[in-house]
């Protein structure tokens, strides 16, 4: 008989990515704000409303983790990146290419040397540890750095960053560090559970892709150790119970994705080498692969299965999912497995296509799976 350990710290048995479907309140709410209608300060205190009733929510559908649902960005990673010192908000001529759809253009770029200096984030996890109190542990959810590093080499933002940064290295010392401060003034809030969402392994993935676009597999194994050092230095020499999980994605919006491809290709640097606790992974169709490239996965790290879509209404069948549970645990221990969804509802603003009401059946059967398969 297999022993289970009791999970006291994220990722648990149950778990969640981090975004919420936004209200319709919030949504006019913001609307509103952009047509000047109304002020920031009535935004902000219609977020507050929002977040709290979620809190509420995530509390009662038994998650040991909570988060603010992202209420009170645009985007899951852009809003982050603008928060910096030395980083400028743009609109460049196309935004982000998704399987027939093209998100909005928005985009960051640089306009002087990257700095941490008191970031809004730090507010909005303040806000949310005081209404969640000590009954939970509070998450709080930021891009990873070799997201922000992408953004910034994105098209023509390319080239404001050459302009400021001659010498590469310069920038992603400068980055490193403002993460580094940025997470050390997050624990200073009390926070001890921080996940970093990133797309650029699960774009990695996509061979075809990056055959086509990167140069090839030289190119790619270049990118992957500029990838894992931009990311272990951020979180290196930082205090031991700040609690540090990623989330890997293939791209979130509107119910539609941007990448395919196994984990193959990045195993054994990502699932080997970067210095996370557990990774939140994409599992929920064929375009993740099978669960080979798990065995890679080092030392004690846990995995959170993502076998239950966000993207879709339609709930799964949970003597399907379970059977995949246990085909999981055949390339890593059931002890260090999890369950999630694949990802978050609501990466953008936009949400996905499905209602809150469905949302929460997801989560509830997350959990009813999850008390089924480790008891």
Same mark, same amino acid.
């Given at each position: ?142 891009? +990873?750095?070799?997201? /922000?590093?992408? #953004?910034? $080499?994105? *098209? ?10 001659? &010498? ?98 990045? +195993?054994?640097?990502? /699932?080997?080498? #970067?210095? $996370?606790? *557990? ?10 692969? &099978? ?85």
């Amino acid at each position: 008989m297999t022993v289970l350990t009791n999970r006291t710290h994220a990722p648990f048995r149950y778990d969640i990515v981090g975004s919420f479907l936004r209200p319709a309140a919030l949504k006019k709410a913001r609307s509103d704000f952009a047509e000047n209608k109304i002020t920031i300060e009535q935004l902000t205190e219609i977020e507050n409303i929002c977040i709290r009733d979620l809190v509420k929510k995530e509390i009662a559908a038994g998650l040991h983790s909570v988060t603010d649902g992202e209420f009170r960005r645009s985007y899951w990673h852009l809003d982050f990146m603008w928060g910096f010192s030395g980083i400028e908000h743009t609109v460049l001529d196309h935004g982000y290419l998704f399987h027939g759809e093209e998100t909005r253009a928005d985009s960051a770029r640089v306009i002087g040397k990257i700095r941490f200096a008191n970031h809004p984030f730090l507010t909005h996890f303040r806000f949310l540890k005081q209404i969640a109190g000590d009954t939970v542990l509070c998450r709080q959810t930021i891009p +990873g750095p070799a997201q /922000f590093f992408s #953004e910034l $080499v994105r *098209g023509e933002n390319e080239k404001y960053l050459n302009t400021v940064y001659p &010498d590469r290295e310069e920038a992603c010392q400068d980055l490193i560090r403002a993460y580094h401060d940025f997470i050390l003034a997050l624990y200073e809030e009390g926070c001890r559970n921080l996940q970093l969402d990133d797309c650029t392994w699960g774009m990695l993935c996509d061979i075809k892709y990056w055959k086509n676009q990167s140069g090839g597999e030289t190119n790619m194994q270049s990118l992957q150790a500029l990838y894992l050092r931009l990311t272990n230095d951020s979180i290196a020499d930082l205090p031991k119970d700040l609690i540090i999980n990623t989330h890997v994605c293939r791209g979130n919006y509107h119910s539609t994705w941007a990448t395919s491809g196994g984990y193959g290709p990045v +195993g054994k640097i990502l /699932f080997g080498k #970067e210095n $996370v606790t *557990g990774y939140y992974l994409e599992f929920d169709d064929n375009r993740s692969g &099978d669960f080979t490239p798990l065995q890679d996965v080092s030392d004690n790290k846990i995995v959170v299965l993502g076998l239950i879509t966000s993207k879709k209404p339609k709930l799964e069948n949970k003597a399907a999912i379970i059977s995949r549970i246990k085909e999981a645990s055949q390339f890593i221990p059931l002890d260090r497995l999890c369950l999630s969804p694949q990802c978050g509802f609501s990466s953008t603003e936009e949400g996905n296509i499905l209602t809150e009401e469905e949302q929460w059946q997801k989560i509830a059967l997350v959990k009813e799976i999850a008390n089924e398969v480790w008891n």
